[in-house]
């Protein structure tokens, strides 16, 4: 029997380091890239989030006699309320702004937003999904310093984004 012998060779240094240098070009162009997609993502779920946060609340507002969510008291919580707010909005209501976990005659309304109230997504406040409920009639601004997550009007059903940080195109989250 004939045996044949293959030689085997094994990459030397120099191809070596030439494959670490292309990896090395390939990872710095890339991890911008990465990078700027996070927060591209950030942006977008901010963005989607107010999306349904202000439809919701333009939908309560209609069907419950041009009063926006909070305004009321639920039953539970006061007028003017962050628990008012998001319970209007997550649960089933009737006209006056009260609220039930089912649906019945006496809550035909909603919830305008299916399970938890969105958290915010982006900034120094990110994960957070309280809100700071205010009877301002003036355009809102975040509040430095605020630990909530959004900011909300009773009297012109605003909702902004309770951040002062800038996004990648250096406009302010709470001005989205």
Known sequence: MIRRFMKRRAFSLVELVIVIVILGIVAAIAIPRIS??????????LRANLATIRNAIDWYYGEHGNTFPGANGDGTNGVNTE????????????????????KDGAHPFGPYIRGAFPKLPVGANAGKATVTVVTDAAPLTATPGDATGWKYSTVTGQVIANVTDAGADTVTYDTY
């Open 83 to 102: 628990g008012a707010f998001v319970n209007q909005l997550t649960q089933y209501s009737n006209r006056s702004g009260g609220v039930s976990d089912t």
């Open 36 to 45: 700027s997609g996070s927060r591209n993502a950030g942006e977008s779920a």
